[in-house]
């Protein structure tokens, strides 16, 4: 299984873009990439996922290197309830059914 | 978000207690999965319900013991636990299309049950 590498923590301003990156180098070619994210004890909420080109949503945007090796989460104009713990995950290709392996994320703190 | 509901929302128990923690989902999907996170640790995937078959067991002690009526439901039955056991019990679904092809669907996750084993 591909895995992947995200910074611990970091700040952003509120109403100020923010970008969280992901290192997934030993991704295969059929594996996904998805973004959850969880506000304190609360259950992890998807975001987006993207196999290879660049996704919006509502929500965010995600950009894929050309290489697929690495990611980043484009949070547009982060408010003070985009504080949560950040996921970055890439999906298991195999005939398992819908795993998903959490890591440790990247908790991100919006602030005033 | 209202499509996956777990009860009770906190539970606390003794070693000796047997209790059942209850997820119902509304999303009309047909997996469902049983999470657990304890303090500081990443989610741990425990069990997979797929089609009401059971399907994935990650090595989960037996006094977990998961059941699913339906597509709809799925209960984590709980037996002499011990205070490790204290965590946040996540139950989740999706619609997977089956055959085994690896499908691009989102997991839909409920609030949780915080549960405290004394």
């Known amino acids: 299984d591909a895995k992947t590498t995200q910074p611990p923590s970091m700040d952003c301003a509120e109403g100020r873009a923010a970008n969280l990156p992901c290192n997934h180098s030993?991704?295969?070619?059929?594996?996904?990439v998805y973004w959850y994210r969880q506000i304190h004890s609360q259950g992890p909420q998807y975001i987006i996922h993207?196999?290879?080109n660049n996704e919006t949503n509502e929500m965010a945007s995600l950009i894929i290197t050309e290489d697929r090796k690495s990611s980043t989460l484009i949070l547009p104009h982060a408010t003070l309830r985009d504080t949560a713990v950040y996921y970055c995950?890439?999906?298991?290709?195999?005939?398992?059914?819908?795993?998903?392996?959490f890591g440790a994320g990247t908790q991100v703190v919006v602030t005033p | 978000e209202t499509g996956v509901t777990q009860t009770p929302r906190h539970l606390v128990m003794g070693m000796t207690n047997k209790k059942s923690l209850k997820c119902e989902q509304h999303?009309?999907?047909?997996?469902m999965y049983w999470y657990k996170q304890s303090a500081k640790k990443p989610l741990e995937l425990m069990f997979v319900?797929?089609?009401?078959?059971?399907?994935e067991n990650n090595s989960v002690p037996s006094r977990f013991s998961p059941e699913c009526p339906n597509s709809s439901h799925l209960f984590l039955h709980l037996h002499t636990l011990q205070p490790e056991d204290s965590a946040l019990y996540l139950c989740?679904?999706?619609?997977?299309?089956?055959?085994?092809?690896?499908?691009?669907?989102?997991?839909?996750f409920g609030p949780g049950t915080r549960l405290t084993v004394l």
């Open positions: 989740a679904s999706s619609q997977d299309p089956g055959g085994g092809v690896v499908s691009t669907d989102t997991q839909y």
């Open positions: 319900y797929n089609f009401k078959e059971q399907t």
């Open positions: 993207g196999l290879k």
């Open positions: 030993t991704i295969s070619g059929n594996e996904y």
């Open positions: 995950i890439v999906r298991v290709a195999s005939d398992s059914w819908g795993k998903l392996q």
């Open positions: 999303l009309g999907h047909n997996a």
